[in-house]
């Protein structure tokens, strides 16, 4: 039996339970994406970081075990294939004391690492833009690296430096 007076809910109260119950899922279902989202721009951030690093660290020890003077920097492929080196360009080369030969050089904006005959692709970023210099320094070569990662629409640019013996 039912007490006097309590005839259940009526429609305007599950209306209004409606709505608000609607606004609270419309609110936590923006802060997910927005979540998601954030998340999603954190792991690509992190790989360009990663991929700059390893870029960095392959570069600085393979280079500080180069032959004395075996640098060599090319404009591009054809100032390469007619061994014209200058002190800039997008081709390094350089010979280990071992004498295995580094070739870096990036193709169809991926970034290719030559190790004798052997292709390495280091990183999985896409590279937009590469550039090589030298100057000489008190004692030292000395050899700037630019570059210009990328994966999605986002894009990290880097520029440092790496001291060489001459």
Partial sequence: MR??????????????????????TIGYSSMLMYTRNMYNDTVIRSQL??????V????????????EDSLKIYADAAAENAETSSSSGTILRSVRIDSTVDHLAVESSRLVWKIDSL???PIDSD????LF?????????????????????????????VSLRN
């Fill in 3 to 24: 007490p006097i007076g309590s005839r259940g809910t009526s429609l305007p109260e599950i209306m209004i339970a409606l709505v608000i119950a609607g606004i609270i």
């Fill in 49 to 54: 970081s990663q991929d700059a690093y390893i």
């Fill in 133 to 161: 210099s030298t100057r000489s320094g008190y004692s030292k070569t000395i050899l700037d690296v630019s570059m210009s990662l990328s994966q999605g629409s986002d894009t990290l640019a880097l520029e440092w430096i």
């Fill in 119 to 121: 292709t390495h692709f």
């Fill in 56 to 67: 960095d660290k392959y570069v600085r020890s393979k280079l500080n075990l180069q032959l």
């Fill in 127 to 130: 590279i937009s833009y590469i």
